[in-house]
């Protein structure tokens, strides 16, 4: 396994500030945000991306995944959506991922996530939105192929794609197994009731990377600090690692009042004392 950490939780922070609190941790694989103040689309052009390319060749990190899930920039937690109503919503959120993609090339970054769909609107059945988000694909992963950049979805609850048979329903029906992948989290699997390890090894021909969190006690939907929530990581891993698996796994933990430094370390802290550390090349 390939240990990379992503800006999340560092979205207040500058870019550098985020990517020097990755490094220092040890990590030299970085998921970006792609949102102000980090890596939002719009504010980059040549210039930028000479300088982000220097700051990380400076520190020898790697960029393993462009985070487009969601930009507050555009809007709130659950806008700009894949299915919005107003057509012009769902241009903006086209647009933006187009923009994501574009950008990921000019920075070799190999895949761009975004999510499940998002939530259905209250005029829409399942059906249709479905088919709504099948032809909002269909605009988006023809400029994916062309671009050589992965597009990953994240099947989440409160999304269209909540659970790994929808989510293997849906890449059936776009036939796109070159392009179009998994961005894929164990949590909400157990959200939706189902065993992680039974998710990961469904989808696994087509996951381009595991998310880790922990996950909260309670019924509410929130995400916690690795070793602070109820979700089993240590099974979890060892499934991954009977399984054979290679692939990057993104820490993406939630905010907190620390400071970024000392949320990378308690994660650092955190796979020290189980002994996964030594994956890291």
């Avoid at 993609?101 to 249709?128: D, F, H, K, Q, Y």
């Avoid at 605009?139 to 192929?145: D, E, G, Y």
């Avoid at 269209?160 to 909400?188: A, H, M, N, W």
């Avoid at 469904?202 to 969190?213: C, D, E, G, N, W």
Wanted: hydrophobic fraction near 40%.
């Amino acid at each position: 396994m390939l240990w990379a950490y992503s800006t999340l939780p560092f979205r207040r922070k500058s870019l550098k500030e985020a990517v020097d609190a990755v490094a220092k941790g040890g990590f030299r694989c970085v998921e970006l945000l792609a949102d102000r103040p980090h890596l939002f689309p719009e504010d980059f052009r040549a210039n930028a991306i000479n300088e982000l390319t220097q700051c990380l060749a400076q520190r020898n990190m790697k960029i393993v995944n462009l985070n487009g899930w969601q930009a507050s920039t555009l809007g709130d937690v659950a806008h700009p959506n894949w299915l919005a109503e107003d057509w012009r919503e769902r241009e903006l959120r086209i647009r933006y991922t187009l923009d994501c993609l574009r950008l990921a090339a000019a920075l070799g970054i190999p895949t761009v996530s975004t999510n499940g769909g998002g939530p259905i609107p209250e005029s829409m059945n399942e059906r249709e939105a479905w088919r709504l988000f099948v032809a909002n694909m269909h605009r988006v992963t023809p400029i994916a192929k062309k671009l050589g950049v992965k597009l990953c979805f994240r099947p989440e609850p409160d999304q269209l794609i909540r659970t790994s048979v929808q989510t293997l329903e849906f890449l059936k029906e776009l036939e796109e197994p070159d392009v179009l992948t998994v961005d894929f989290d164990p949590t909400y699997a157990v959200l939706q009731g189902e065993d992680p390890c039974e998710a990961f090894q469904s989808l696994r021909p087509h996951i381009a990377f595991v998310r880790l969190t922990d996950l909260a006690a309670g019924e509410v939907h929130r995400h916690a600090q690795l070793g602070e929530g109820v979700f089993d990581i240590p099974s979890f891993i060892q499934c991954l690692k009977e399984r054979g698996y290679e692939g990057y796994v993104v820490i993406s933990v939630p905010s907190s009042e620390r400071s970024p430094d000392e949320v990378v370390a308690a994660s650092k802290e955190y796979l020290a004392r189980h002994g996964y550390l030594e994956d890291t090349p």
